[in-house]
C-alpha cells in the first residue's frame, strides 16, 4: 500500500502532521507493507533565493496583521510541535525559496529509494524549524542532500541545472488536481485523501481503512 505525502519544507503543518503520521504508522500491523513517498508542493514559488526578511514579517504582510499577532500566530504552532516533541525556532527563519530542495528531494527518491528521501526530509525540516537556516543555500542543501546518501556529483549536477523541475511541478499538478490547496496532503493507495495536520487517530483509521478494502 503506497502513501503519498504532499508536503513543503518550510511548512509548520508539515512537520507536525509528518510526526502524527509516523506515531500512527509505527503503530499499523501492517507497517512493514506500506510504502510512503514524499511529493513536492510549493507554499511560495515566489519566494527569494536570496532572503531579505523572516518568516514574521512575511506572514504579516500576507496576512494584513501586525508582525506581533504573526509571532503570536507562530508561537501557538510552536505549542502544538512541542506536543509531538519538536522543539521550533521558526520565528527566527527565513523566508525563502524552496524549489531547489524540492528538485533534491526528487533526486533522492530517484538514486538512494525512499529511505534517502525521507532522510533527506527530515534533515531539511530540522535545518529550517530547529536552526532557522536557509533552504535555498546552495551550500547547506549540498551538505544535507550528501548526509542523506547522495552522491556529490550527482548533488552538484541537479543544483546547477534544472534537473527535476518538470518533476515539481507535475507534482504541484497533481496535488491541484486533487483538490489540495495546502499542505501537508496524505493520499492513500490512490483513495482515501487526508487534508492537515491531523491528530494521529485520524491517520490511524485511515490505514486501517484503507488497508482493509483492498479486497
Known sequence: ?????????????????????????????????????????????????????????????????????????????????????????????PHA???????????????????????LNERLLQNYFVDAQNPADHALLRESAIAAGLGPARVDQVLSTDEFDDDVEADVARARA??????PFFVVDQRYGIAGAQPTEAFSRTLEAAWNDRG
Not at 525559496?97 to 532522510?119: F, I, K, V
Request: glycine share 8%; net charge negative.
Open 178 to 183: 486533487y483538490g489540495a490547496t495546502g499542505v
Open 97 to 119: 525559496n524552496t524549489r531547489d530542495a524540492h528538485r533534491l528531494l526528487h533526486l533522492a527518491l530517484a538514486e538512494g529509494g525512499q529511505s534517502a528521501q525521507a532522510a
Open 1 to 93: 500500500m503506497r502513501v503519498e505525502i504532499w508536503s513543503d519544507v518550510v511548512c509548520p503543518f508539515c512537520y507536525i502532521g509528518k510526526r502524527r503520521f509516523e506515531t500512527a504508522l509505527a503503530n499499523f500491523e501492517h507497517r512493514d507493507d506500506v510504502d510512503v513517498v514524499l511529493r513536492s508542493f510549493e507554499l511560495d514559488p515566489d519566494a527569494p533565493t536570496e532572503p531579505t526578511e523572516k518568516v514574521p514579517t512575511a506572514l504579516a504582510r500576507k496576512y494584513g496583521i501586525s508582525t506581533e499577532q504573526a509571532l503570536a500566530n507562530m508561537a501557538g504552532v510552536d505549542q502544538m510541535a512541542a506536543g509531538e516533541g519538536l522543539v521550533f525556532n521558526q520565528a527566527d527563519a
